[in-house]
């Protein structure tokens, strides 16, 4: 992984989201299904509106003691994103996940979401790397 | 971050744990005051018998719609451990957690539980190795 590379060349482009009027359960469901720890939350106009990340989940819904089915999702979610502009590079990126103390951050360009990129995004990357170490002996 | 190293180099030796008859509420709130994604469930003899991801409580609490205080943290953790020996290289390391598809694992030492590593301390050892290399120049 070249940490000066813009963020752009290792997030995920894919991004999975589910509707503010969802249910925490069904939320839950998503994040299994997929083996992800966050979504986005899209409205009816396809506006990225809300994130929501297993850590919110426990704090907002378990801690408290909620059902699962209510509150909806867009009762929990975090709505203010935090964002990087899609030409960070991923070691200014690393630098604002460790001292935020979080795992996923999205990634915007001309002012929309365009893809996000998790910590799991890292292992991938530092995998690729020692191959590449392997491959070069 | 040294692909070969021992992953005793990075692992963090600070288990912090919850008992087997704790409630998932309290797991929860452990989860969030020390700001990590799992736990190891410690016995009365000292023992880790298990181990709890929040992913384990989204899957086995929040999806089926059980409630906080029952049932308690024995119940929902994961029993089959996941351990590598602390002499394991972090690329070895790396490519489990990856085939796995898991975010934390176990390091063991002599049968004991001496440690753990996750991909949270893969975030810290590759922005010690940005400011390194910026250092460096």
Known sequence: MDLRAPIRVYMTKKLIGVRPDDTVKRAGEVMVEF???SLVVVND???VVGFLTKGDIIK???IPGLPNTTPPVKEIMTKDLV???STAS???VLDILSKKGIKHIL???DGKIVG????SDLLEASRRRLE???AAE
């Open 116 to 119: 996000i990129f998790s910590i």
């Open 60 to 62: 907002r819904l378990v």
């Open 132 to 134: 590449t170490a392997i």
């Open 107 to 109: 990634v915007e360009e």
């Open 90 to 92: 991923v070691g200014e």
């Open 45 to 47: 106009e396809g506006n």
């Open 83 to 85: 964002t990087v502009p």
């Open 35 to 37: 083996d992800i720890g």
